[in-house]
């Protein structure tokens, strides 16, 4: 997460635990609860490496039942040697200490003990996070075994689908040497050495190597395990121990850091363009085909959507997700510079426009600033009192969120504090009519203009936003493709396929009249579910009124103007801000040749 939106510093945070440990080697597991967490956060550049991370402990237990206080007391003991050994703090924390349930038939459950760590550190540089994906390009992949443990499997993922425990669990033998591998990896990354990384936890090492290639196209790997030494193929496997998978940028370069620092880094394999992923391990070869096995991996999450979504969206999702790549397609004028602001010149006025309930608005209001508006911050209670005409403001942007905590519906308490206040009612409707004006709904705000019959006055029956076809709120990153269109600020993005943040729960465009009927801005680059989130009519994701002055988009746009915003932005681009930026900057030049 970022601080701010000028620098590139943030916040990294993860979270680990080991509960099926626990139950073998309380001990245990919380050293490899604490463990787990460091092996995600290590894929952020932390300032200070280690010694800058700080932990929280929540002990989950059943206190003052037989032989738990004794299996508490040795967890305990254990995570703060850990953490003293380690050299890093947990200043904090809590405890939920009768996690027992009674029953009337006189029957007592007992949760497991568990201990959940949350790491938390200053991030250096939020563009040089590591991502769990293998570059076509980049080098050769490796192994580095943070436990210095042998190979088990007990408490492992594998242990808990044949219905056994195990009594040897994998921890953290050598808390020093974790240390140093952890720094050493932070060094790699400060120095660009690693290309993509992933944690090895639950499913085992097979789950990470196989994850490594499941979020690209035409992505696939040859490894080979043997240098690990363990002639069982199952333990090999699906062990749980706490390791790193690393592609190297430069072979030689990461291997000469390594060793350097003394950290045992294994050459375990290549990646390879195609569909199919080869594990060998001694005389054992076994080959997966990377589709067939993503959505075998896919299946569990699909088996629980289907118990949260309607309408067979579910079933949409599992069958559509690996047909709709995210592919974009950028303007040609687009140079990825931040825009230039003529400083000796006023600014043209901007409103942020809120209610209770409301987020979004600093995203808002940093496109607007950035593109040269002088911004306000205006709440309903100022437009109802009166403190607020917007008789000065030429652009307006309603933020997103769930004004009102969506009781009545999305926007309706919005929209109902405009039309049963007449100041606040005079002040919107006075704005709309002047033809020196701009307006941006985005989300709840697109729900508001639409709720208010903004953007189609001149029809008799208004399009609706309605509940999603799945029933639920969906949040995901998409494309859209802008249409050819009269936008103030989306006409110059004409032909682009965009990445970009929605979220929402009703979402869904209700459009009574034809297609042509509407003026229909950008559409989602593929029609159906998931991609097309809500399922709108004409696959609709922003519309204009017919002056192309005030538009509506349930996208988040305002969320997706910097690079790091995006989930997935183009690779070689070093690109300032995002094309997203044009439909701000658009909206400050139009007004600029209003006032001449």
Not at 148 to 169: P, R
Request: hydrophobic share 40%; glycine share 8%.
């Amino acid at each position: 997460m970022a601080l701010d939106y000028k620098g590139k510093e943030g916040i990294a945070t993860t979270i680990g635990h080991s509960p099926v440990a626990a139950l073998v080697d309380p001990a245990a597991a919380s050293r490899t609860a604490i463990a787990e967490s460091l092996s995600n956060i290590v894929f952020a550049p932390i300032k200070n490496g280690l010694a800058g991370i700080s932990l929280s402990a929540n002990w989950m237990w059943a206190a003052n039942n037989e032989g738990e206080d004794a299996r508490l007391y040795q967890a305990v003991k254990a995570c703060s040697d850990f953490a003293i050994a380690l050299g890093i703090n947990i200043p904090t924390g809590k405890d939920s200490l009768s996690m027992k349930q009674k029953y009337p038939n006189g029957e007592n459950v007992i949760a497991p003990g568990t201990l959940i760590i949350s790491a938390a550190g200053n991030c250096t540089d939020i563009t040089k996070v590591v991502e769990p994906v293998l570059n076509k390009t980049a080098g050769s992949i490796y192994y580095i075994n943070l436990s210095k443990d042998q190979f088990k499997l007990g408490g492992s993922s594998f242990a808990q689908i044949i219905n056994k425990l195990g009594t040897e669990v994998p921890t953290i033998q050598d808390a020093a040497y974790f240390k140093t591998a952890f720094n050493t990896v932070q060094q790699l990354i400060h120095e660009g050495q690693i290309e993509a990384g992933h944690d090895v936890g639950s499913g085992g090492l097979i789950t990470t190597l196989l994850e490594m290639t499941f979020a690209d196209v035409n992505l696939g790997a040859n490894y080979d395990l043997s240098a690990l030494h363990e002639s069982d193929s199952v333990k090999a496997f699906f062990n749980e121990n706490i390791a790193l998978v690393l592609q190297a940028k430069d072979d030689a370069a990461f291997e000469a850091i390594v060793k350097d620092a003394g950290v045992d880094a294994v050459k375990i394999g290549q990646v390879i363009e195609g569909n199919t992923v080869t594990i060998k391990n001694q005389e054992a070869v076994f080959s997966f085909d990377v589709a067939a096995t993503r959505d075998g991996w896919f299946t569990t999450s699909f088996l629980l959507d289907s118990k949260q979504s309607k309408n067979g969206t579910a079933q949409q999702r599992f069958d559509n997700y690996k047909h709709q790549p995210l592919a974009f397609t950028f303007p040609s004028q687009f140079d990825g510079k931040k825009p230039k602001i003529d400083g000796t010149k006023a600014r043209p006025k901007a409103a942020i426009l809120r209610e209770k309930g409301s987020n979004s608005e600093r995203e808002m209001a940093n496109a607007m600033f950035l593109s040269g508006f002088d911004v306000k911050d205006v709440h309903m209670t100022d437009l109802i009192t009166g403190r607020e005409t917007l008789e000065d403001i030429q652009f307006i942007g309603a933020v997103g969120g769930f004004s009102n905590s969506d009781v009545l519906g999305s926007a309706k308490g919005w929209a109902g504090a405009f039309l049963y206040n007449e100041k606040a009612k005079k002040a919107l409707t006075d704005f709309f009519a002047r033809p020196d004006t701009l307006s941006v709904g985005i989300c709840n705000g697109c729900q508001l203009f639409m709720e208010l019959e903004m953007i189609n006055p001149e029809h008799e029956i208004h399009g609706k936003m309605l509940h999603n076809t799945s029933g639920k709120h969906e949040s995901n990153f998409v494309s859209v493709k802008v249409q050819e269109n009269n936008s103030v600020m989306l006409s110059t993005l004409a032909g682009s396929t965009l990445g970009v943040w929605i979220s929402h729960g009703e979402g869904k465009f209700n459009l009574p009249y034809a297609e042509e009927q509407y003026n229909i801005v950008a559409k989602y680059a593929y029609e159906q579910y998931p991609h097309n989130p809500n399922g709108s009519d004409y696959n609709t994701a922003m519309v204009c009124d017919k002056t192309g002055r005030h538009l509506a988009t349930m996208p988040h746009i305002e969320r997706s103007v910097f690079q790091w915003h995006w989930a997935n932005y183009p690779k070689g681009r070093q690109d300032e801000v995002s094309p997203w930026i044009e439909a701000f900057v658009n909206a400050r030049q139009w007004i600029d040749e209003q006032g001449k």
